[in-house]
């Protein structure tokens, strides 16, 4: 196995990776720095919102505007609104949600803009190769990763075009997969970083951008909304964001704690572009692009701790999304930023003080005020509404108590405790049906390669998903991966895994942690161009 070596090590090339990289060559040019990115390109596997408040971009690079960052479209106004089956009703907007000063942009876009920033700063940056295993030393301290072979058939047995990993160590690995990643996971229950945290919980964010009519479009127009096609008892709402060219964004998040197993995030997002509200906005329109990815929700009592021996977990892979704001690109780019200068100190050989500047950083303010907002939905969406406004307005984001969260994949109920939902079948104008959305994620993934979405135990997938809960993961998966069909007639599970856009929902939501997400050949997967 072929070896390299540097100083630093950085696992996934997302705003948090970015940022460490670029602040690590800001304080030490000298410093040599790698980052592995598993996406075909730096970008690739990026989607988002996304509004940007640009308060960590101005602390990385002052003179940002100078060097044409895609930040270019300032909010201009903000919406937001309930919904119920036939009419809107505007609601004053809460102040985390205001925009003032912020931007709407490509965070894809404004990645592979970062990207660029660090090669010319000497970062050495891989695509197209994907961290799978943890490398250790015979101290047990985390010492570098392992890439992923390349040229592996379905059956497991190296083909004529087989390349094995890559033994890539470093001084200190951080590692910023973004949300649900797989090696942060992997180090997170090695090292125990969450004995002392809440359980994460998340949501399925689903986006679409179009091409509407001039005379309906405002470039930094943003609207929000709760309520109507969900449920009163189910988290979610939507996004509407114009960027520039007439184009808007369009997405709907759900949250994974949902407890009926016949809901299906992706047919809820199709059912609200369907709203009196939003209709008038797409009609005549064409859709450009589609994406789906999983988002943390926990906040600031679901982080677990950040360090460990040889490295650190930064950015969405340990869950510094602001719910209340619906923005984590300034969060996770500033713990990229500390941890960088945590590192420096390492370096230099004094401790590695990552985890005390985060805690004593605008980032631990801002989650700590908001922690009670998400976990109150767990009531109801009024009862939630309630405990935000209390929490905001009275309490101010000093409340002496932090609700628990609960994990996402336990909140199911019974199938037979639960009703079905009888959604309309796609129009192919403002609808559709998740194979022409997946076909628009431009998803590489080579037919012989081998399953990256493994089952600990193949049985349970029928004799407890299909007979307790009507095999859910056919409806939360938005890209039509997991299928039931019938075999000697009885069913079983067929996994479409060429279909997979790399959300990690499955992971998340599987009622007994059947199904692991494992990073497939470097390079497959969605290719996202403007998300």
Request: neutral net charge; glycine residues 10%; charged residues 20%.
């Amino acid at each position: 196995m072929d070896e390299m070596r540097y100083d630093v090590v950085i696992v996934g090339a997302g705003p948090s990776g970015l940022s460490a990289a670029i602040r690590l060559k800001q304080l030490d040019p000298a410093i040599t720095v790698c980052i592995l990115e598993k996406g075909s390109e730096v970008g690739a596997h990026i989607i988002s919102g996304c509004v940007l408040e640009p308060r960590a971009l101005e602390e990385l690079f002052p003179d940002w505007r100078q060097r044409e960052a895609p930040v270019t479209i300032p909010v201009v106004e903000d919406h937001f609104s309930f919904l119920t089956r036939k009419y809107h009703f505007r609601l004053p907007v809460p102040p985390q949600m205001k925009n003032k000063g912020n931007y709407v942009i490509s965070l894809s876009q404004f990645c592979r803009w970062l990207g660029r920033q660090a090669e010319a700063l000497g970062v050495e940056i891989y695509p197209g190769f994907a961290a799978v295993e943890a490398l250790f030393n015979t101290e047990g301290t985390l010492c570098g990763v392992k890439t992923g072979d390349q040229g592996v058939g379905r059956d497991g047995v190296p083909t004529a075009s087989y390349q094995p990993g890559i033994a890539i160590y470093g001084k200190q690995v951080l590692v910023g997969e973004g949300c649900r990643g797989s090696l942060a996971e992997t180090l997170i229950r090695h090292f125990k970083l969450r004995d002392e945290s809440h359980p994460q919980t998340y949501g399925l964010g689903l986006k679409e951008i179009w091409q509407v009519k001039p005379e309906l479009h405002k470039p930094g127009k943003v609207v929000h909304s709760v309520g109507w096609p969900l449920d009163f008892q189910t988290y979610g709402g939507s996004f509407l964001y114009h960027l520039a060219d007439n184009q808007v964004a369009v997405g709907f998040v759900v949250g994974l704690d949902y407890r009926n197993p016949y809901l299906s995030p992706f047919e809820e997002f199709q059912r609200f572009k369907t709203h009196p509200a939003i209709r008038p906005l797409f009609e005549g329109g064409k859709r450009l692009s589609f994406g789906a990815r999983a988002l943390n929700e926990g906040g600031w009592q679901s982080i677990p701790k950040l360090t460990f021996p040889g490295g650190a977990i930064i950015g969405c892979s340990a869950g510094f999304l602001n719910v209340p704001k619906i923005k984590g690109t300034h969060t996770a780019m500033k713990s990229g930023m500390l941890s960088a200068e945590g590192i420096f100190e390492t370096l230099q050989g004094r401790p590695n003080d990552y985890e005390s500047r985060l805690r004593q950083s605008w980032v631990a303010k801002e989650l700590h005020q908001v922690r009670n907002i998400r976990p109150g939905f767990r009531l109801g969406l009024i009862p939630g509404l309630i405990n935000a406004a209390l929490g905001t307005y009275v309490w101010r984001g000093r409340a002496p108590w932090t609700l628990r969260n609960h994990a996402d994949y336990q909140q199911l109920n019974l199938a037979k405790n639960s009703k079905p939902i009888d959604y309309p079948k796609p129009d192919g104008v403002l609808t559709f049906d998740r194979l022409s959305s997946v076909f628009l994620c431009t998803i590489h993934h080579p037919e012989n390669q081998p399953n990256h979405l493994q089952l600990e135990n193949p049985d349970l997938a029928i004799s407890h998903n299909f007979n307790l809960y009507d095999s859910p993961e056919q409806r939360y998966c938005p890209a039509g991966v997991y299928e039931i069909v019938q075999s000697h007639e009885k069913p079983a599970l067929q996994i479409n895994s060429a279909n997979c856009i790399h959300c990690k929902t499955c992971d998340i939501k599987d009622p007994l942690q059947n199904i692991h997400w494992v990073p497939p050949e470097g390079g497959s997967g969605p290719t996202y161009s403007d998300m």
